[in-house]
């Protein structure tokens, strides 16, 4: 079977899904540009289209042999584009600043669509999502404010193509906000498909191929609570040294309002006076203001839960953190780490990135992570072929592994996760142990060596909005009367500072006696977010899971924490989805 570089074709190294975009074997030679990547790959149906010459073509193999769990989408009718749109229609747009004009370029339409939140077709708006000049989606907009996507489409961002081989876009939170922006000239602007959603997983396959290039990305969200809470989502995953804040002044929360407000020149005012990011330095309040407000309006809240409402009441986590956490060895540290971690991508979407050389060979650790996920133990008398291979989908999508061959340096890592966070979004990083991190410490005390690389670590939290967990052997063993006692975190081999500088502490210890896993929460810097306190636990041997221990033990969950399985329909891989992308669809939050 031919492959891509049969054909001259240069796919990354280690891409075997998603959309890529490379050099174009038959024009790039002859291009001006030598920067632009004309050639647009759709790895997951092995066809690929130049955008410049057009060439095209395919390697003729199906999706399934390409990347057997690749959902598959449905694609939406395409529109009438040179149908009229009616006079009501015009009008509308006219009345919040967009031209007709603005409207056959966008390939805006206009049509009946059955609207669920009515349970009745009626007329609406069309927005339409182009992908290479295909039609992948299409969101329906009636004048009463009700939205909808298309019911199984791929959700991408909106017009993407006009970002292709431009050095600069814009990013907005709505299509109405992105049309503003083509209204003043500015074609090379896309809006988020979802809304203010933080959950931004469809940029996982346009990461490589549509934003590596851009040497300036305006992020020109809504500046009201939700759009703040999405426009520091969209910096950490495309970095802040290229990024650029728009915003729209007094009584302003988009651009739609400012360029009805104030007219044209005055939104590309506001374009041009885009604020670059502080990384670091001096900051006054103004830099932060907006988001003192919004947390003024909002409260201080609880931070992510695990689901034991035991622990939940001592300990919520939130990103820009260090957690610490020890024990004596075979109290289940490492077991527990991989319970936050599940617990939290199932119920929270976050994705986790482990270094855990302990955990070696990778295989054993995504077999402890399958076992948690499906309630059932590692086996092939317990697991069936399709719940292994729904369980493989999910590890594939949510959890990665750093395993860098014999370079472990605390830089080497780093690099690594901060590669995770753009490409893949991940929320969390683990590093089970501490100890199997290169350490220099030439000319220096252990502990400044340890302190050193506790403030990189806390550094890269803030500057990457992630949550890292750090796990760490205690020094030496306490007894009392022949029973192991449960260390502190001043225990912990190498430094106090472990204490001192961590925002959580945890000890996870277990009393052999009567089989009960203690769970000590030592330490939350910030009282929102806990207290100091004691949770019992149960440790299932089947599935590695816990449990809240009480007098009178409750049935194990034995459960699988992944969607049902339509066995009648097992090459419908929507049925592999994870359940909070479902719930997803209904959170999304349009303000058009």
Request: proline letters at 4%.
């Amino acid at each position: 079977m031919k492959d891509y570089q049969d054909f001259g074709i240069e796919v990354p190294s280690g891409r075997a899904s998603g959309h890529v975009k490379v050099f174009c074997p038959q024009c790039h030679s002859r291009r001006t540009n030598k920067k632009d990547r004309s050639l647009s790959v759709d790895l997951d149906h092995g066809v690929w289209k130049c955008h410049y010459c057009g060439w095209k073509g395919t390697l003729n193999v199906g999706r399934r042999s390409l990347s057997p769990v690749r959902k598959t989408y449905r694609r939406p009718r395409p529109q009438n584009a040179t149908a009229a749109l009616s006079d009501a229609t015009l009008q509308w747009f006219a009345s919040r600043g967009i031209s007709r004009a603005t409207l056959e370029m966008a390939k805006i339409t206009e049509g009946e669509h059955f609207m669920p939140q009515l349970g009745s077709n009626q007329n609406t708006i069309q927005f339409n999502f182009y992908l290479d000049n295909e039609l992948i989606n299409v969101k329906y907009r009636t004048l009463a404010k009700d939205f909808a996507l298309e019911s199984g489409a791929e959700l991408i961002p909106y017009n993407i193509d006009a970002i292709t081989a431009q050095r600069e876009c814009i990013i907005t939170e709505g299509e109405m906000d992105c049309l503003s922006f083509l209204e003043v000239g500015r074609k090379n602007c896309i809006s988020v498909p979802n809304g203010a959603s933080r959950n931004l997983s469809y940029l996982d396959d346009f990461i490589d191929g549509w934003f590596e290039d851009k040497t300036t990305i305006y992020i020109a969200v809504d500046t009201d609570a939700k759009g703040l809470e999405l426009r520091e989502e969209l910096i950490r995953r495309f970095g802040s040294e290229r990024c650029r804040v728009v915003t729209y002044g007094e009584g302003c929360k988009d651009a739609n309002e400012h360029l009805m407000k104030y007219g044209r020149e005055s939104l590309l005012e506001c374009l041009a006076g885009a604020a670059e990011i502080k990384v670091e330095g001096v900051f006054t309040l103004t830099d932060f203001e907006e988001s003192l407000d919004a947390l003024y309006l909002s409260g201080m809240n609880q931070g992510v839960t695990i689901g034991h409402p035991n622990f939940d009441t001592l300990c919520s986590f939130e990103t820009k953190r260090l957690a610490v956490i020890t024990g004596v060895p075979g109290s289940g540290k490492s077991e527990f780490l991989d319970e936050i971690a599940e617990r939290l991508n199932i119920r929270y979407d976050w994705r986790f990135a482990f270094f855990s050389p302990e955990n070696a060979p990778l295989e054993y650790h995504a077999g402890k992570l399958i076992e948690k996920l499906t309630g059932k133990a590692f086996s092939v008398n317990t697991l069936t072929r399709a719940e292994f291979d729904q369980a493989k989908t999910h590890i594939r999508q949510n959890f990665f592994f750093i395993n860098p061959g014999e370079d472990f340096s605390v830089d080497t890592i780093l690099s690594k996760a901060r590669y995770l966070i753009r490409r893949y979004g991940i929320k969390a990083l683990v590093i089970d142990p501490f100890n199997r991190l290169d350490i220099d410490t030439a000319g220096n005390k252990e502990t400044d060596a340890v302190r050193d690389i506790l403030k990189r670590l806390i550094s890269f939290a803030q500057q990457n909005d992630v949550l890292i967990f750090v796990m760490a052997h205690p020094t030496k063993l306490r007894s009392d009367k022949g029973a192991v006692q449960p260390p502190t975190l001043y225990d912990i081999a190498g430094s106090a500072h472990f204490y001192n500088m961590a925002d959580y502490g945890i000890v996870v210890h277990r009393d052999t006696s009567n089989e009960v896993v203690e769970i000590r929460v030592c330490k939350v810097r910030f009282k929102h977010l806990g207290t100091r306190g004691v949770a019992k636990m149960r440790y299932n041997m089947i599935n590695g899971r816990y449990a809240p221990y009480t007098d009178q033990p409750l049935p194990w969950d034995n459960n699988s924490h992944l969607p049902p399985i339509d066995y009648n329909n097992t090459n419908n891989t929507q049925s592999l989805f994870h359940p909070a992308e479902v719930a997803r669809e209904k959170r999304y939050h349009w303000d058009l």
